[in-house]
């Protein structure tokens, strides 16, 4: 059973407390997103590691959500295990391994990709090369570390028939400064230049 309203089913709030621990016996799994949600850039959210030990306390599973494919899961959990989160591999879900399973069923080793180190470096251990000359797709994701030579590449492939696909479409990038631009920014600059 899925909680989406009662954000304090395992709060200290004593109010309707038997109701509660009635329905947290029904709640196996919570699936949580990071950015924004357990924390903001560097910073964890007031209440979020007191929820998470509570959930430890009840048996209750935890998955770790994100779209923002930026990092690899191997960054994700160091940044987790830096909160004092303990996680496990398995207990992350990012849009990056959304993007490796459709690669996959649709048998794509072959792609340009405008991305981070940490999403190159899940691809690459799947076995996508992500510098080919001659890809079968330009994959886009979350780049926070995107120079000219990444872009020009990747749209003179497209501009030669090359199919584009994305991890995620969203514009913002949660941040403590601000909305920054993400992926679905990045798709606006491309469809005006290809």
Known sequence: M???????VLGDNMDGALDRAKRLEEIDAVFLDLDGTIYLGGELIP?????????N???????FLSNNSSRSVKQYLKKLHNFGI?????????STHDLLS???KN???QTWLIGTEGMREMLEERGITTDSENPEYVVL???????????ATGSIHMQ??????ASHPDMVCPSPDGGLPDVGAYLAMLKVTT
Do not use: M
Not at 47 to 55: D, I, K
Not at 141 to 151: F, L, M, P, R, S
């Open 2 to 8: 899925v909680y989406v309203q009662d954000i304090d």
């Open 47 to 55: 209440g979020a590691l007191g929820f998470l030990e509570r959930c």
């Open 57 to 63: 306390e009840k048996g209750i599973k935890r998955f």
């Open 86 to 94: 303990p996680a496990e591999e398995e207990d992350v879900l990012l």
């Open 102 to 104: 459709w690669l996959a």
């Open 107 to 109: 048998n794509i080793t």
């Open 141 to 151: 994701g979350y780049d926070t570390e995107i120079n000219y030579e990444k872009i």
């Open 160 to 165: 030669a028939g090359v199919p584009l696909v």
